[in-house]
């Protein structure tokens, strides 16, 4: 849906990012009263990892390169990645979201008017396919 409403409208709607936060909170809950898995796994050491994304996410919102929306989203789904997937979920992110912005320079120099303000690249694309690809990864995958 982030991904969706992003292309389409260049905006991600809060309640995605909050539904998120809530849903791994919800999960977290259930993993430790149910399996028994320790808290700071689980819940303290994922929270810790989004806020490091967020403060550095609030330096890129004030430099003008992300908006807020894609950072708060990339919070988000920086708690489903935690510290283990951290690292290749902010790697796959810049990779696709790089690729995103080339393919628009090349369509802009292809199709428009290159007089044009330069549009805003979708970054909740790159943030929603790198998500579903480290939830692969995290839950599918090493699960075998």
Partial sequence: MAAYTDFKDR???NWISVA???LYAILAGML???ADSSILPTLVYPFGVAAAVF???LFLFAKNIMGGG??????AMSLFAGTRFIG????YTAIIGGIIA????IYKQIVQDSGKKASQVPYGIA???????????KYIQFDQ
């Fill in 11 to 13: 905006l991600i709607p």
């Fill in 20 to 22: 998120l936060i809530c």
């Fill in 32 to 34: 430790i009263w149910f």
């Fill in 55 to 57: 403060a550095f996410g």
């Fill in 70 to 75: 894609d950072i708060k989203l990339l919070t």
């Fill in 88 to 91: 290749s979920f902010l790697i």
């Fill in 102 to 105: 080339l393919v628009m320079v």
């Fill in 127 to 137: 943030i929603s396919l790198s998500g579903v690809w480290v939830l692969y990864q």
